[in-house]
């Protein structure tokens, strides 16, 4: 069965800090994809970024970047010069070919930037 | 172009109850999930339609539950019988084709209360 675990439940950093958030993910496949969706107060899931697990080079997208280790079966998102937009729930996700189609989410990171 | 639309976006109801819940994907995207997000956790799913037909509906958690997506295009969720554990947000996502590297599109949930 697949399962995406990010520890922390929430991080608070003052404006313009960078703050790093942990997933970490658990499958048997070769073959999976990653996501990252970002949860503002509005409710609406908002995609960031997809991996798969073959392209192990890091990302950046101008504040945010990710860092996708296999060795590790982590898949960081960090966000650099944070600012008080940045303030939502954060979720991290796995699928796979395999098994169901549908998204497996972890619990997600409640972020807040503080001006 | 227009993104995933759930109506309505809340919906009080007293227990015993039926509730209809209504999603219109993107247009032109042939798979269309449904998600039920509880306090503090990630969206969990439901069921998956591919065109009219639900390819996975092994999310569901009982036979109170129902979703129908008579033309491949808008879907309803039907719960009967409401209770208490069911309030949450139901969340409705979209994909072009479906499959696990295809990226879901979310819309911004309908937040059920039963009484």
């Known amino acids: 069965a697949q399962k995406v675990t990010q520890a922390q439940t929430e991080i608070s950093v003052v404006e313009k800090e960078d703050v790093t958030l942990d997933c970490v993910y658990e499958?048997?496949?070769?073959?999976?994809?990653l996501f990252w969706y970002k949860q503002p107060p509005s409710g609406e899931l908002v995609f960031l970024i997809r991996?798969?697990?073959?392209?192990?080079q890091n990302e950046i997208s101008g504040r945010y970047s990710w860092n996708f280790q296999k060795s590790t079966s982590s898949f960081n998102f960090t966000i650099t010069a944070s600012q008080v937009v940045d303030s939502a729930v954060y979720f991290c996700?796995?699928?796979?070919?395999?098994?169901?189609?549908?998204?497996?989410f972890g619990k997600g990171t409640r972020l807040s930037v503080i001006a | 172009g227009a993104g995933v639309s759930q109506t309505p976006s809340n919906k009080v109801t007293e227990k015993g109850k039926y509730v209809e819940l209504r999603c219109d994907p993107i247009?032109?995207?042939?798979?269309l999930y449904w998600y039920r997000q509880s306090l503090g956790q990630g969206p969990e799913f439901l069921i998956y339609?591919?065109?009219?037909?639900?390819?996975?509906d092994s999310g569901l958690p009982n036979d109170r539950f129902f979703a129908v997506r008579p033309e491949g295009s808008v879907s309803t969720l039907k719960i009967q019988r409401t209770e208490r554990g069911d309030s949450a947000v139901y969340l409705c996502?979209?994909?072009?084709?479906?499959?696990?590297?295809?990226?879901?599109?979310f819309g911004p949930g309908t937040r059920l209360t039963v009484l």
């Open positions: 499958t048997r496949d070769t073959t999976y994809y």
């Open positions: 996502a979209s994909s072009l084709s479906g499959g696990p590297a295809d990226t879901q599109y």
């Open positions: 991996r798969n697990s073959f392209d192990e």
């Open positions: 996700a796995l699928s796979v070919p395999s098994g169901n189609t549908p998204l497996v």
């Open positions: 247009s032109g995207h042939t798979a």
């Open positions: 339609f591919q065109g009219t037909g639900a390819a996975d």
